[in-house]
């Protein structure tokens, strides 16, 4: 496989390639940089990848380069990196929601720049992403399309869209989502607490619970409503929950909220 580039060393870079660390990925054919040389370092020492001189340095290296920082500092990369940048071999993957593939070609000044668009989630850190995907079209090779696949199943696993503007939805319903799942199992564990369990106890049993409930999602192909009915027994204390849920306007709070994060993203100001 091709080498790999980060340029940015922060939060998001770490969670996936300590991912593809616990995933086994062959983590030498990876290449940091970031402005911060005490960032990159660190993060070379930790995972063990190689650190590039510069972002002129690791383009030269590397054919896969992540944007792995805020989309306002796109435009000063672009201007570092444009002329290192060579349309048939290289392939940018943007990670800043809001960013368009034609954005990034404008910066770029090449009109057919490969460009992926990316949205990883920070269960990445643990091997267990959720990234959603989508290609410039008609500039990506088969294989370099089934090396893209490979990169980012090093950290969990990868959805290709059909359409860019569905990267929005994507920052609700994948990139932001663990959020709102962690105040879940926050309250869940509080509960527990409450009722009289040690606090660790309950967490890890809350935890389980939605990692089970959700592996049930994903592998039984049933609509989650009818798997809801099926812990619902006649009279029993499941849909007592499910009414004082129903009652507080759950169901509702997690749509709005969700809804918000998406025009959030779609109208992020840069």
């Known amino acids: 496989m091709n080498k790999i580039g980060f340029i940015g060393a922060g939060n998001v870079t770490k969670a996936i390639i300590t991912g593809m660390a616990k995933n086994k990925f062959e983590l030498d ?16 020492l930790d995972l063990m990848v190689k650190c590039a001189k510069n972002n002129v340095d690791l383009v030269k290296k590397c054919k896969y380069i992540f944007f792995s920082i805020k989309s306002q500092h796109y435009a000063k990369v672009f201007n570092e990196i444009k002329d290192v940048i060579d ?7 943007s990670l800043a929601p809001g960013y368009s593939i034609e954005e990034c070609r404008e910066h770029a000044e ?24 989508y290609y410039a079209r008609n500039v990506f090779t088969d294989e370099e399309k089934k090396e893209i696949e490979i990169i ?3 950290f969990g696993e990868v959805q290709e869209l059909d359409e860019e503007e569905h990267m929005d939805t994507l920052v609700s319903i994948s990139a932001s989502s663990p959020a709102y799942v962690y105040i879940m199992i926050e309250a869940m564990g509080d509960a527990g607490v409450l009722t009289g369990l040690p606090r660790k106890m309950s967490y890890n049993l809350a935890a389980q619970a939605v990692m ?24 029993g204390t499941t849909i007592e929950a499910i009414k004082v849920l129903e009652d507080r306007g759950f169901r509702s709070a997690l749509i709005e909220s969700m809804l918000a994060c998406y025009k959030k993203a779609k109208n992020l100001k840069r």
Do not use: Q, W
Request: aromatic share 2%; proline share 7%; charged share 25%.
């Open 29 to 44: 054919r990876i290449y940091v940089n970031s402005k911060s040389n005490e960032s990159k370092e660190k993060l070379s």
């Open 110 to 133: 090449i009109e057919n720049l490969k460009v992926v668009r990316a949205m990883p989630n920070i269960p990445s850190l643990v091997g267990e992403g959720m990234t959603g995907i």
């Open 87 to 93: 349309p048939e071999r290289h392939v940018i993957i």
């Open 152 to 154: 980012f199943k090093g």
């Open 212 to 235: 089970g409930a959700a592996k049930m999602v994903k592998e039984l192909d049933v609509h989650p409503g009818e798997l809801k009915d099926s812990v619902c027994s006649p009279g």
